[in-house]
């Protein structure tokens, strides 16, 4: 069993920053796809990035591409989201999850964080 916790969420304004951390407990962390989901109000959940076992393949949203970035401390049981260049349309409930299915589908048979709310005002 996996339990997930994020932190780090605020409010900024557009241009700002923010790193998102989600602390993992469990015994099997490091073999674990993990994600980062955000639902924004009145929007269903989407896909933000996804980063594998060993953090040596990453994937992003063209939404986010070349602004956040992913990465993972397994030493740490942690996975990390960093955001940069903010914008408005950000804004949302940001959820970390982790699967450790051979092609994860992040869905309810994954694990999910209580999410972090990512408020930026223009």
């Known amino acids: 069993q996996v339990q997930l916790v994020e932190s780090g969420g605020g409010l900024v304004q557009a241009g700002g920053s923010l790193r998102l951390s989600c602390a993992a407990s469990?015994?099997?962390?490091?073999?674990?796809?993990m994600a980062w989901f955000r639902q924004a109000p009145g929007k269903e959940r989407k896909f933000v990035c996804g980063?594998?076992?060993?953090?040596?393949?990453?994937t992003y949203a063209d939404s986010v591409k070349g602004r956040f970035t992913i990465s993972r401390d397994n030493a740490k049981n942690t996975v990390y989201l960093q955001m940069n260049s903010l914008k408005p349309e950000d804004t949302a409930v940001y959820y970390c999850?982790?699967?450790?299915?051979?092609?994860?589908?992040?869905?309810?048979?994954?694990?999910w964080g209580q999410g972090t709310q990512v408020s930026v005002s223009s």
């Open positions: 999850a982790a699967d450790s299915k051979m092609v994860p589908t992040f869905d309810e048979d994954s694990y």
């Open positions: 980063i594998n076992w060993n953090g040596g393949r990453t």
């Open positions: 469990g015994r099997t962390f490091r073999s674990y796809s």
